[in-house]
């Protein structure tokens, strides 16, 4: 595989933008965080209103991700089983459109964990027991796991006490996520993991489109300079009351007309982060601060809170870490003298009447080209159990 065609897969794959930061520097950011970083723009007042153009949004009549298909007996046999390859994922609609399909480059190589182990390994054996060589694949490093068990390197026999899997899933500040398109039972944790790719890089594009209430909106408007030279494609536009994202934009820089298409936008006005969910423990937490555009400047704000974030001040997209204490009133499970957790009749844990969630709330503060500041609360919650 080329170092450009493996490009285009991972962003083909998880759904990214890529724009140039230098000549050999490139910046790679999921689509949604891409939108997130643009503005919202009123610009009712410089568009031709009866140039206006509705029409129906041509819906895709089948969603497909599939993956290369793979010789391995264990993918074979999972193929037998469901009728699907493993990790690809299928919907069918009753609309007329085209077929939407990401076929990503890579094989997607199921792992098989050991009976009452973390031992996993993946097998590049067909159906014949014969080995085969692999396409090119894409595995996530999972946390370090204790084991016991032997390895051969060819001259010596060594016993390994502890490893680091690799495979279709990882766990990283507080939630898993797989590689694989669809929900799968992870090979290794033995739950399905549902921030898979659909969910956590494709999900909110997809479903704007299926909002019923979603229109492509084709219309003419004159732009004044000031917005005409900073307007960007994942800038938000406003016309009347209903706002828009910018499906496609041909310029005129002599006259200022411009003609856009535009689909309904039903994401949420306001860049609001989730709620992150972490440990009673607390821990190290790093999350990416993307600064909108004509944003210059971000200052973390943590408050009394206890967070420390480092840095505290960014002047372009940055992975921050922040320490997150403890929470100081966790509840706890009721166990018997046996060390066992005590169990309702329906199996379910008993926990102690005390104790709860805590929830730590930082303040981003946004400084704009034009010394206007947005501020952005950035919550944090600290699990009771």
Not at 16 to 21: Q, Y
Not at 64 to 85: C, I, L
Not at 295 to 300: N, R
Request: glycine content about 6%; overall charge negative; hydrophobic content about 35%.
């Amino acid at each position: 595989m080329t170092v450009s065609d493996f490009v285009k897969g991972v962003l083909k794959e998880f759904n990214l933008t890529i724009a140039p930061i230098t000549q050999t520097s490139f910046e790679l950011m999921p689509l949604e965080d891409w939108y997130s970083k643009g503005r919202i723009i009123d610009i009712t007042k410089h568009t031709d209103i009866d140039s206006i153009d509705i029409q129906r949004v041509p819906l895709y009549k089948r969603i497909s991700f599939k993956y290369q298909q793979s010789e391995s007996f264990m993918n074979g046999q999972f193929s037998d089983t469901f009728g699907r390859e493993y990790g690809s994922l299928e919907q069918t609609y009753d609309y007329d459109g085209a077929e939407y399909l990401v076929e990503s480059p890579f094989e997607n190589l199921l792992h098989n964990k050991f009976t009452g182990t973390d031992l996993q390994v993946g097998y590049c054996i067909n159906r014949n027991w014969g080995k085969y060589i692999p396409k090119p694949m894409l595995l996530y490093m999972a946390e370090q796991k204790t084991c016991n068990f032997k390895f051969n390197n060819g001259s010596s026999v060594a016993t390994l006490t502890n490893y680091i899997p690799f495979g279709q899933d990882t766990y990283a500040n507080g939630q898993y996520y797989s590689l694989n398109f669809g929900p799968e039972i992870s090979s290794l944790r033995d739950i399905v993991i549902n921030n898979h790719i659909f969910n956590t890089y494709y999900s909110n594009y997809i479903n704007n489109l299926y909002v019923k209430k979603n229109r492509l909106v084709y219309v003419k408007c004159y732009l004044p300079l000031s917005i005409l030279a900073s307007i960007r494609l994942n800038d938000r536009v406003v016309i009347r009351d209903k706002r828009y994202v910018i499906n496609e934009m041909s310029s005129n820089l002599t006259t200022g007309e411009v003609n856009l298409v535009l689909l309904l936008d039903f994401r949420r006005f306001i860049r609001k982060k989730p709620k992150f969910i972490i440990d009673k423990a607390g821990g190290i937490f790093k999350s990416p601060v993307i600064l909108p555009n004509k944003c210059v400047q971000a200052d973390i704000d943590v408050g009394t809170t206890g967070i420390t974030a480092t840095p505290n001040r960014i002047f372009v997209d940055t992975n921050v870490e922040f320490n997150i204490p403890a929470n100081p009133d966790p509840a706890y499970y009721l166990i018997t003298e046996d060390s066992y957790r005590l169990d309702t009749e329906d199996f379910f844990d008993l926990r102690s009447e005390e104790g709860t969630f805590d929830v730590l709330t930082i303040v981003i503060t946004y400084t704009y080209e034009d010394g206007t500041t947005e501020k952005e609360d950035y919550p944090f919650v600290i699990s009771d159990l």
